[in-house]
Structure formats: C-alpha cells, structure tokens
C-alpha cells in the first residue's frame, strides 16, 4: 500500500512539471467579493466566472449535520453570538447570512455541504476547508461520497494535523492539502515553521501537499516541496502582479476572492 501511494506521488510529480504554467483560480468561499462568502449565490456565481475550483469552509452541527461557514460563532456576519457546534441545523438556517453583505441577499441561508457539493459542475474541483476536528470527518466523507462528484474533483485541506490525519486514514485517495504561514521570528530572523519541519509533519500525516499565504514563496520553495513529491499552493490573492509571480513561482493554484478577474488579468498577459 505504502509503495503504490509513493508511485502515485511520484507520477503527480511528473506531471505537475508537466502541467501548464497557468494555475487553477479557486475561489475563495465563492465569488467572495460580489457575493456573500460561503454561500450558494458565491459558489454559483464563481462558477459563472470560469472559477477552476471553489474553496469552502465547514463545521459540524450539534445534531451531526455539516454546514458552510468560516467563523466558530455567526456572529461577526449576522450579528448573533450562535456557536456552530453547539446549534441544530434548524436553528443555524433560521439566520440571515447574506444581508451583511448587501440588501440583494437578504434572506439567504447558511447552506449545508451536500447543497455546495451539489453546485459543482463535471470537470471542476472544490477545495473542502475543515474548520472543527476530526470527529467530522466520517460524516464528511460519507457526504462526500454520496455526491455523485468523482474522486479527483475532492480536496480536503485544514490547518489542523489532525484532521489531515484522520481523512488520510480513512480515505487515502482523497487529496489532503495541510494549510500553514510561514512567518518570520523577529528575533531570529529565521522562518517558521521550517521547510524540514513541515515535510516531517507531511510526511508524517500522508498529506498531499501545502497551501500557504504569499509571504516567503520563491520558485527555490516551491521546486524544493515538488521534489519531495508535495503539491504547492496559494491563498488568498487579489491582485495581478503578485498572482503572476506566484505562478512563476510554479504555485499549481491560487485561490481568490475574484476569481472573474483573476483569470482574466492571467490570461490577458499570456496572449
């Protein structure tokens, strides 16, 4: 088992190297930007935009559901103080999770993951963001399975080893992305956590790849997790010139608030 996985690390290597220069544009909880984050009118318009893969986050319910939402309470976007892991599903869908953003998406409910799943067309992808722990995740991958999605439309990534771990065990074809920042200690001067460090904790929990922020990513970086037969990408960019260093960098995507324009400033300066 473990020297077929290796094999299958090993050809998406190649293949990457392989791979078009452009990197998929993922959209960042939808169309995050002209659309309220998380939500069916986010996913759907990021479709509409020629969005690769839409990225999403989720939590478990207290009565076992699964449903689309970033933060741990509503509070910040509906102004009530719910926990998510301590409300029903009822009593999370009762709550106005679009009006925040503009008064043409007043009404619109938190969706649950089956609905999310169920706005991914063929040939696209959807990035599945685990927000709580691994008690998740046979739930998820139950769900996941019963979407009628094929496997490589699935990545599940998470901030939190754990999880990574927990999916690894239980569905090792599924792709696992561990997410990080590397930052730099103001004393030392060194980066954190370090490259080493991070392939060990990979390695360790059988993920697929990594997904960071912009800050310290050089193509030395990227060949470097490559090599070592990990998949390397971005989060969240907004603007033209840093998406294009970033695929020069040989990032394979980049996820976005605006997913219509990104693309389009991409593809304007390969014509």
Known sequence: MQRARSVLIFLSFLSSLCAEDTPLVVAHRGAS????????PAFELAW???ADAIEADFHLTSDGHIVCFHDRDAKRLTGHPL????????ELRKLDVGSHHSEKFRGVAMPTLAEVLSTVPD?????????CGPVIAPILLEEVSNSGLRQEQIVIIS????VIAAIEKAAPDYRTFLLTQFKKD????????????FVATLKRIRADGVSTSKQFVTRE????FKRDGYE???????????ARQLRDCGVLSITTDIPGRLRAALAKEEE
């Open 33 to 40: 930007q002209d659309a309220p984050e998380n939500t069916l």
């Open 48 to 50: 509409q935009r020629g």
């Open 83 to 90: 926990v998510v892991e301590n409300s029903t599903l009822k």
């Open 123 to 131: 040939g696209r992808k959807i990035y599945i963001e685990i927000k």
């Open 159 to 162: 901030f939190k080893h754990e």
């Open 186 to 197: 103001k004393k030392s001067g060194k980066i954190t956590p370090s490259r080493n460090k």
């Open 221 to 224: 970086l990227v060949d470097a």
């Open 232 to 242: 390397y990408h971005v989060w969240t960019i907004n603007d033209a010139p840093t």
